[in-house]
């Protein structure tokens, strides 16, 4: 079974930087692909960032690109968003999901395709 931890959330003022840590268990971390998803209060879950299970490939939804940076460490098992230039849009509880490679080149972007998820982490920008 597969167990995911993150870390790294907290509170940061507009324009400031964290790091997230998500810690993978339980099974082979290099044959699942990983994604960042958030949730804001009273809004539904939206995809953020998802890196393939060789790391080759990265996805990042639009109101991310170029802010932050999502990675993965084989030999660690952890995958990383680095999130840089935060605002306020940003706030949200960040969770970091899991998918087999068996579900091939289907669309990275869709949440409900990602069938292990963590707790979450809290991220929370001030104006």
């Known amino acids: 079974q597969v167990q995911l931890v993150e870390s790294g959330g907290g509170l940061v003022q507009a324009g400031g930087s964290l790091r997230l840590s998500c810690a993978f268990s339980?099974?082979?971390?290099?044959?699942?692909?990983m994604a960042w998803v958030r949730q804001a209060p009273g809004k539904e879950r939206e995809f953020v960032a998802a890196?393939?299970?060789?790391?080759?490939?990265?996805y990042y939804a639009d109101f991310v690109k170029g802010r932050f940076t999502i990675s993965r460490d084989n030999a660690r098992n952890t995958v990383y968003l680095q999130m840089n230039s935060l605002i306020p849009e940003d706030t949200a509880l960040y969770y970091c999901a899991a998918r087999s490679r068996a579900y091939g080149s289907s669309s990275f972007y869709a949440t409900t395709l990602y069938n292990y998820w963590g707790p979450g982490t809290q991220v929370t920008v001030s104006s």
């Open positions: 890196v393939v299970w060789s790391g080759g490939s990265t």
């Open positions: 339980g099974r082979t971390f290099s044959s699942y692909s």
